[in-house]
């Protein structure tokens, strides 16, 4: 089936780095873009960024912009981000779903939590 397992989220001080992975399986990896959504609570679910099959083509929330980086490993089916000088409302937890199945909660994993804070 297919499944999202996203990791790599923790506690980091403003201005600091974290570098989150998802493996994605289940689906044709390599032919899908793949996304990064975030949730903080009490807020709606909003997007982070998005990498095409081939990585010719990224675009970013304009919130993180020139901060982030998403980057993608077709060989092992995995998708990264990149977070760099971190900020307070960055904290939330990171969810990671290919195009094709964005439109259904139901296919979306875990998550991961990241915590930005002194």
């Known amino acids: 089936q297919v499944q999202f397992v996203e990791s790599g989220g923790g ?13 994605a399986s289940g689906f044709t990896f390599s032919t899908d873009a793949m996304r990064w959504y975030r949730q903080a609570p009490g807020k709606e679910r909003e997007f982070v960024a998005i990498i095409s099959s081939t990585s010719r083509s990224i675009n970013y929330a304009d919130s993180v912009k020139g901060r982030f980086t998403i ?7 995995t998708v990264y981000l990149q977070m760099n000088n971190l ?29 930005v804070s002194s």
């Open 11 to 23: 506690l980091a001080q403003p201005g600091g780095s974290l570098r989150l992975s998802c493996v």
């Open 71 to 77: 980057s993608r490993d077709n060989a092992k089916n």
């Open 87 to 115: 900020k307070p409302e960055d904290t939330a937890v990171y969810y990671c779903v290919a195009n094709a199945y964005a439109g259904s909660y139901a296919y979306w994993g875990q998550g991961t939590q990241v915590t």
